[in-house]
């Protein structure tokens, strides 16, 4: 019976891991099928090189640069608001913070991740966007600012909860070191534990990214939808989930080159989501062959 059971389980797992492969697989092959009749007529060269993208005006471009700088741009600005605050409270709870205050303000603080994406875009929308333009000039009621600073608020869990669990896999002998030597809690902490714990604060720094880049409706909601190729964060851009977001819920004719963009859109997302992900495998591997 016993021997029955556990072959049943082992059968489920097996059969779990076969329908997310072929789940993945499936997905790639809509993509690429998809986006191929999108790029049997338009040129590679004017997707990656055009300065416009209007697919859906009378005078059609179709550059991807607009939506790829959208993206970045309120991408940057999430890292830049989540990265030293997610560091902070991850050394903090992991090198300060006693072990009942831990126990009590990590779950806390992941109920962050659980508040719907939505919510967070009409907190940019209705609460940052205007209180942003008390002080900044020119700001537009759309802005890649606002939408960014939200998008780190809202990777902070990610980031943060990461960074602290490879900042208590340090191990404690590192810290005894340091003590020993005559260093203080905070040296210990940025000059021993934090070094050692790079790799896996990388690693959560670069899913955060990963998690900013595929953000969809705080940027549907208050980046705004206007493909600009700009840098200034006051202004309004369009990312390319924001765009995918757009094409889907409007009135556009199945199978037209309108509708096709949102593949090639989408597969351009997928390669860069892939690659960030590989990239924190291989470090978290490197990391791993570094201490065993």
């Known amino acids: 019976m016993k021997k029955t059971s556990e072959k049943i389980i082992e059968v489920l797992l097996a059969s779990s891991g076969f329908i997310t492969i072929l789940t993945t697989i499936g997905i790639i092959w809509v993509l690429i099928s998809e986006s191929w009749g999108f790029f049997a007529e338009i040129p590679l060269s004017d997707f990656l090189f055009d300065t416009q993208w209007t697919p859906l005006f009378t005078e059609k471009h179709y ?11 309120t991408t940057i600005i999430a890292l830049v608001t989540a990265l030293p605050f997610g560091i902070i409270i991850a050394v903090y709870l992991s090198e300060y913070a006693d072990k009942k205050f831990r126990a009590t303000v990590k779950p806390m603080l992941e109920i962050l991740a659980a508040v719907p994406t939505v919510v967070y875009g009409f907190f940019a929308l209705t609460v940052v966007t205007p209180f942003l333009q008390t002080f900044i000039p020119g700001l537009s009621t759309f802005n890649a600012l606002s939408a960014g600073i939200v998008m780190g608020i809202m990777i902070i869990p990610v980031i943060s909860s990461l960074s602290e669990d490879a900042l208590y896999a340090v191990p404690k002998s590192l810290r005894e070191a340091s003590y020993g030597m005559g260093a203080t809690k905070f040296q210990t902490a940025f000059s021993v534990v934090v070094p050692a714990a790079s790799s896996g604060i990388l690693v959560a720094i670069i899913l955060g990214i ?23 964060a006051r202004e309004g ?24 963009t949102i593949f090639a859109a989408g597969i351009t997302l997928f390669i860069f989501t892939f690659l960030l992900n590989n990239v924190s495998y291989w470090i978290k591997k490197k990391y791993q062959e570094r201490y065993e």
Not at 63 to 73: D, H
Not at 210 to 232: F, K, S
Not at 237 to 260: N, P
């Open 63 to 73: 550059g991807i640069l607009p939506l790829l700088t959208g993206t970045f741009l």
């Open 237 to 260: 851009v369009e990312t390319i989930t924001a765009y995918i977001v757009q094409v889907s819920l409007g009135d556009v004719q199945h199978d037209s080159m309108e509708y096709k």
């Open 210 to 232: 990963a998690r900013a880049v595929g953000e969809t409706m705080v940027v549907a909601i208050a980046a705004g939808q206007q493909p600009n190729l700009t840098l200034d």
